[in-house]
């Protein structure tokens, strides 16, 4: 598989074969310094809202790099989901959020949005939530080299659980939020599979709590603004994998997979 890198947009005007390219610092670094690529290999770029496009470096020199373009940049989205999903998922622990963040991204959602809950033992000051959002950036960058995405996922700032449920999404086709709690009443709680199915190119939203889950008030409030709530299955999960299996079961049921 070629190596692929992130070149934010705009674009320069491309010529094929004759123009020459200025590889960016942070793609020279990678491209050369780490990955040792030299004259007469060939990479792919890509722009985050869809377009890619194949460049060989011509000229590698101790701290720059050229490259010329082997092709006009061309939407390719045809690795995208056919599912519009969102993952509000609350704050964990450094390591756990950055492995949902990546597994999220490869596993197709369109939007992640980062949020505090009652329980949520994570808090950060706005200077800290700065570094984080520029580091989950850069997560979700990698992330979608690596798994082929030319779309990168849109990240919001962190937000409070009622914060988000009270924004109006008139878009927002089934909405769900997940529960370890197998005791709340049946009329409370749904098993994923039993849900209505979703269309082909259905809104799906999703909300996972915090390692201590959500109180009742939070379960109601989520409720009543049109969420479902599920059990997946009859084991807890961890914050880190509850939102990843539950992605991984929405695609099997409704999107790609």
Known sequence: MRSRFFYPPPWPTVS?????????????HHAV????????DVCELFDGVGNSASIELTQVEKKSALARWLDEPSLQTK????????LAQCLSSAEKMDWTIEKAVELGVNRIVPLFSARSQIKLSAERIEKKMAHWQRIIIAACAQSGRNI??????????????????????????????????????????????ATKDA??????????????????????????????????????????ATLSAIQALWGDF
């Open 152 to 197: 990168r996922p849109v990240l919001t700032s962190p937000l409070s659980f009622y914060d988000w449920l009270a924004q109006n999404r008139d878009d927002a086709g089934l909405k769900l939020i997940l529960h370890p709690d197998p005791q709340l009443p049946k009329t409370l709680s749904q098993v994923l599979h039993d849900l209505p199915c």
């Open 79 to 86: 690795n995208e989901s056919p599912l519009k999903i969102t």
């Open 33 to 40: 310094t780490v990955l040792r690529m030299r004259v007469g």
């Open 16 to 28: 094929v074969g004759s123009n020459q390219l200025t590889l960016p610092d942070e793609i020279f």
């Open 203 to 244: 809104t799906v939203e999703l909300i996972i709590g915090p390692v201590s889950g959500f109180d009742t008030k939070e379960l109601e409030a989520a409720q009543v603004s049109g969420y479902h709530a599920v059990l997946l299955g009859p084991r807890v999960l961890r914050t880190e994998t509850a939102g990843l």
